[in-house]
T-cell receptor, first 112, second 111 residues
Framework: DVKVTQSSRYLVKRTGEKVFLECVQDMDHENMFWYRQDPGLGLRLIYF???????EKGDIPEGYSVSREKKERFSLILESASTNQTSMYLCASSRTVRETQYFGPGTRLLVL | EDQVTQSPEALRLQEGESSSLNCSYT??????LFWYRQDPGKGPEFLFT?????EEKEKERLKATLTKKESFLHITAPKPEDSATYLCAVQAMDSNYQLIWGAGTKLIIKP
């Protein structure tokens, strides 16, 4: 079974804090994704990584950065958290870009 | 513009009452259509992938079908544990990796 894990289920942070969200997959997948999910808006892609140290911006990269130093790990960084970044953050991985994306359990982030 | 629309937004059924969820899409060419189930506060769980019109896939009480413009998720004799939000996503032929996501249908099955 594909397993994608995320470092925290719930996080509460203050405005201006630097926030790290980590994602690990155990299936040797090439591709990893970070999404955010807000009510009524569906899933929106923040960043995509297709290899170690390789990344592409998604639809809403502003205010975020990512890091992929090892194949199995993909980190999302909020450089200076803002209240409009309160959301559910979902990590996913896939073997190839055409194949199914498998999701982690999500991190619900609240920025106060 | 590529677009995915799911309907209805919400659906309440009695246990055992069969129905269908709709996912209509407009893309230049379809590479694949994905169905996921999402429970509250959790990540989406993969259900099916469909690649070409006429294709059908089944899993327990769920059956997914695909035409050139839409996909249906048929739920037969649902149980309360089938309550969840069902998400549809489409990958277009001219997309390297992007999925276009629908907003989901929230399904509630009452005992």
């Amino acid at each position: 079974d594909v397993k994608v894990t995320q470092s925290s289920r719930y996080l509460v942070k203050r405005t201006g804090e630097k926030v790290f969200l980590e994602c690990v997959q155990d299936m040797d997948h090439e591709n990893m994704f970070w999404y955010r999910q807000d009510p009524g808006l569906g899933l929106r892609l923040i960043y995509f990584s297709y290899d170690v140290k390789m990344k592409e911006k998604g639809d809403i990269p502003e205010g975020y950065s990512v890091s992929r130093e090892k194949k199995e790990r993909f980190s999302l960084i909020l450089e200076s958290a803002s209240t409009n970044q309160t959301s559910m953050y979902l990590c996913a991985s896939s073997r190839t870009v055409r194949e199914t994306q498998y999701f982690g359990p999500g991190t619900r982030l609240l920025v106060l | 513009e590529d677009q995915v629309t799911q309907s209805p937004e919400a659906l309440r059924l009695q246990e055992g009452e069969s129905s269908s969820l709709n996912c209509s899409y407009t893309v230049s060419g379809l590479r694949g259509l994905f169905w996921y189930r999402q429970d509250p506060g959790k990540g989406p769980e993969f259900l099916f992938t469909l690649y070409s019109a006429g294709e059908e896939k089944e899993k327990e009480r769920l059956k997914a079908t695909l035409t050139k413009k839409e996909s249906f998720l048929h739920i037969t004799a649902p149980k309360p544990e089938d309550s969840a939000t069902y998400l549809c996503a489409v990958q277009a032929m001219d997309s390297n990796y992007q999925l276009i996501w629908g907003a989901g249908t929230k399904l509630i099955i009452k005992p």
